[in-house]
């Protein structure tokens, strides 16, 4: 299960809708500018999960894609199963698989045989949430703006030439 993260900005549409009725080609300009700000939220999530210690082999950072980016929309994917329940926390009430915490704790902890045990302690007591997408996206949110205000501000100085 992969959980996405879309970009959307608001006016963007009629922004473009303006730029359609006036002939104007925006579509490239705005796909790199859709590039250019889920790259950065990729790379900023990735950031935050290594300062966070939220990691320990790194499979949730390298995880994070960018799986779409076009003139109008961009999705930043977590394809990593526990993406979710490490960015919200996890309520008591379910186990989870014990199986891959056992093999987290053969690595993290250097003991075997602790995977059920700790699967059962999630049960009953949950886990903290440990966010790292929502706060990239509120902390990037300037810099995709801003690319899209630098794709705009272009297409309107070419269209004064």
């Known amino acids: 299960m992969a959980d996405n993260f879309t970009i959307r900005i608001e006016g963007l549409d009629k922004l473009q809708q303006n730029f359609r009725e006036a002939g104007v080609n925006y579509k490239s300009m705005f796909q790199q500018a859709m590039i250019r700000a889920t790259q950065q939220i990729q790379n900023k999530a990735r950031d935050n999960i290594r300062m966070n210690g939220t990691t320990y082999q790194g499979n949730l950072a390298r995880s994070i894609t960018v799986r779409e980016a076009t003139e109008s929309r961009g999705i930043v994917a977590v394809s990593e199963t526990y ?43 949950g886990t903290k949430a440990q966010p790292f997408m929502e706060p990239t996206f509120k902390s990037e949110a300037d810099f995709v703006l801003q690319q899209f205000n630098e794709a705009t501000r272009q297409l309107v100085m070419a269209m004064g030439q």
Do not use: N
Not at 100 to 113: T, Y
């Open 83 to 125: 993406g979710l329940p490490v960015e919200l926390g996890r309520k008591p009430g379910t186990m989870p698989p014990s199986a891959p915490l056992e093999r987290w704790a053969q690595v993290k902890l250097g003991q075997s045989g602790l995977g059920f045990v700790i699967a059962r302690k999630i049960k009953r007591e």
